[in-house]
């Protein structure tokens, strides 16, 4: 209400205040002894001040009977009696000023009561700042109720005796009695503000998980109700709270005192306390809840990737909670807190934290590239697509534009180190010219690491191709077909590291002075291979199925030129030729026979036992083929040929293994076993 400095009212019309012998005074300034101050308030009545000895045992009973209760009731009267003249007597006052007449004629005289009620209203807060605990006193109804319309009555007082220009003139010591309890109730009421937010969050049940899918269970001591300035003692669990995990009532009083701060002119303090109290509650919610912690852009750049492998984890699921669950949360309590001001509340409180999220992103993306980064560079990113929209929607619409122009940046910078970090992985295949074969033919380290590595970038599928298609930069862009799709740049791109890794293998099993221990080594890794590919859903579904019908084609060419390598030789000591002369056994070329088929088998023991499949089905494969062509050969050859040898000490010298023992010993191949006591010679039956 704006103040009224110069008034004239009609002295002909008697006023609403004269009307009441108890409230008003004459029309005219009295001299200035009549002003109402702290001292003479205390007393009850006006009379009583005249005969005090008189009046000693009624003054008593009076002032007994007054409490905070009964003097509001007076005080409503006289403050709703006080505007209504003022407001009648506005026009006039504005008629009169226009002519000139700046006689001041709209005071009135402060009944005595007003200080009582101030009093009163005094020793109350007094009483609450010392009580332990400092919340107690909105557990009361009746005090809930006392205290905050208490806080009306005063600000409404202050109001109307601030603008008011004879009160300034003449009831200066009651204005700066009211004012001093006002400022000690807004104080008051401040601190417990405070406590409210931060000791009524509900703590012990607090559910968060990454799809910020929580909610809060209430174990408030005391709450609320929200039609009615009304406190109950809740049943553990008889509320289902969700973040920021405030029970429904203790949100009303929360409203309540901070509209009763507005109206007092206090709106600025306590939109402070909130602030303040907020920010501090979800900076220590998300280190409970997601152990995350505040990182600067300086100190990401300084971490080393096994700090950052574990801070990108947090961020992600932080970010998540924030978007689904945080954050809403923060702006509704804003909503319900502060109705009609949650947005700049809830920027003030989101808006710097977003910008940090938004840093740590860009952060991680500058950081020096390597391959192991690739998968949580992706899950940065996908969490900056998934997730931000939804929480772009939250802030206003002057600031969308600001945030969405730093995700896209941070998207940006994340994209083109995804695709950086694939064509350092087709430099590393290129530049693996390592000169020492690996022992037994098994499985290249730069196998498996490739094919682990583009098994698990094929989980994020649909994210490596719109990466590739919104980001890519690269030299081999113009191998793909204009309008082929993203996934196409990404299968294309897929396929070269293949080729690149196949060829670097073909490379590699030429080390292998042993061709046929060179078809294993390419066996090993073309198996390995077509397995992780048959294996990954994802993987498979880039590479197709010709991919896979070509390789596994190769394969069977390179287990054809082992069998020829290998047991082509052996199998050769078991043909007819030489073995007859005119219709006759030559018994010495026999006898050689055998003596070079065991040799030749003891050796192909002896070093294939030391080779290595690790791929049980390839290795049960071989066996079973090397079984299939030997075992039938090698029995018709004994079937025939071994009945002209001497029986006894004839037959044990040459005839070394019966059929059985030589796919006893089949069976033994490809272990890896590397004993030098492991011999043929062991197995042989008896």
């Given at each position: 209400m704006e103040k009224n400095d110069d008034k004239d009212p009609d002295h002909n019309d008697k006023s609403i205040i004269e009307e009441k012998a108890d409230v008003v005074s004459d029309a005219h300034p009295p001299d200035e002894s009549d002003g109402i101050s702290k001292e003479n308030v205390d007393v009850g009545n006006a009379e009583t001040e005249h005969n005090p000895e008189d009046n000693v045992e009624s003054q008593g009973e009076e002032i007994h009977q007054q409490t905070l209760e009964s003097l509001s009731q007076e005080l409503d009267q006289l403050l709703s009696s006080l505007s209504l003249h003022k407001e009648e007597h506005k026009d006039d006052n504005t008629e009169e000023k226009e002519k000139g007449d700046q006689e001041d004629d709209d005071y009135f005289?402060?009944?005595?009561?007003?200080?009582?009620f101030l009093d009163l209203l005094e020793d109350k807060l007094s009483r609450y700042d010392s009580g332990e605990p400092k919340t107690v006193w909105y557990q009361d109804q009746e005090e809930v109720s006392s205290l905050l319309e208490a806080v009306v009555r005063v600000s409404n007082l202050m109001r109307l005796l601030l603008n008011t220009k004879s009160c300034l003139d003449h009831h200066e010591p009651l204005i700066n009695h009211a004012g001093s309890i006002q400022q000690r109730a807004m104080a008051f009421l401040e601190d417990e503000f405070r406590i409210l937010l931060e000791e009524s969050v509900i703590k012990e049940t607090a559910l968060?998980?990454?799809?910020?899918?929580?909610?809060?269970?209430s174990t408030e001591d005391a709450v609320v109700s929200q039609d009615q300035d009304q406190v109950t003692a809740p049943e553990p669990g008889d509320q289902e709270i969700e973040y920021p995990g405030y029970s429904e009532d203790v949100v009303v009083l929360l409203r309540k005192i901070a509209e009763k701060m507005k109206a007092a002119g206090y709106g600025w303090e306590c939109r402070e306390v909130y602030l303040v109290g907020r920010r501090n509650i979800l900076m220590r919610t998300l280190k409970q809840d997601c152990e995350f912690e505040k990182v600067s852009i300086d100190e990401v750049q300084k971490m080393s990737w096994g700090e950052l492998e574990r801070e990108i984890p947090i961020w992600t699921k932080t970010?998540?909670?924030?978007?689904?669950?945080?954050f809403p949360g923060e702006l509704k309590l804003a909503a319900k807190i502060f109705p009609g001001d949650e947005g700049s509340l809830f920027c003030i409180v989101a808006h710097g934290l977003t910008i940090q999220f938004l840093g740590f992103a860009e952060a991680v993306a500058m950081t020096k590239r390597s391959t192991e980064k690739l998968f949580k560079i992706l899950d940065i990113y996908e969490t900056l697509r998934d997730s931000f929209p939804p929480m772009e929607e939250l802030f206003p619409q002057e600031l969308r534009s600001e945030l969405r122009n730093e995700v896209t940046s941070a998207r940006s910078r994340l994209g083109e180190s995804a695709i950086n970090i694939f064509s350092d992985l087709e430099n590393s295949i290129k530049s693996d010219s390592s000169k020492t074969p690996v022992p037994g033919g098994a499985v290249h380290p730069l196998t498996r690491y490739t094919m682990n590595y583009l098994k698990y970038s094929c989980e994020y599928k649909d994210t490596l191709e719109q990466v590739f298609k919104s980001h890519s930069k690269m030299e081999h862009e113009e191998e793909v077909p204009a309008n082929n799709s993203a996934c196409s740049a990404f299968a294309s791109q897929l396929m070269r590291i293949m080729d690149l890794l196949d060829g670097n293998m073909e490379a590699k099993s030429k080390l292998y002075k042993d061709i046929p221990l060179s078809c294993i080594f390419m066996m090993n890794n073309g198996r390995y291979i077509v397995q992780k590919i048959k294996g990954s859903a994802e993987i498979h579904e880039v590479m197709g199925d010709t991919w896979c019908r070509r390789r596994s084609s190769e394969l069977r060419n390179y287990h054809k030129s082992y069998q020829r390598e290998t047991w082509g030789k052996l199998l050769?000591?078991?043909?007819?030729e030489g073995l007859m002369h005119n219709g006759k056994i030559v018994k010495p070329n026999l006898k050689e026979r055998f003596k070079s088929f065991n040799a030749t088998f003891d050796e192909i023991h002896k070093t294939q036992t030391t080779w290595v499949i690790n791929d049980e089905q390839l290795q049960s494969e071989l066996r079973v083929s090397i079984t299939a062509v030997m075992i039938p050969a090698y029995r018709a050859f004994m079937a025939r040929?071994?009945?002209y040898l001497d029986p006894g000490r004839q037959t044990e010298k040459y005839v070394k293994y019966q059929p059985e023992d030589i796919e006893d010993l089949i069976d033994e191949l490809f272990d890896g076993n590397t004993s030098s006591s492991s011999t043929a010679t062991a197995k042989r039956r008896t």
């Open positions: 005289q402060i009944p005595q009561f007003v200080g009582k968060v998980t990454d799809d910020a899918g929580s909610q809060r269970k970010f998540k909670n924030c978007s689904s669950l945080f050769g000591f078991l043909g007819h040929f071994g009945q």
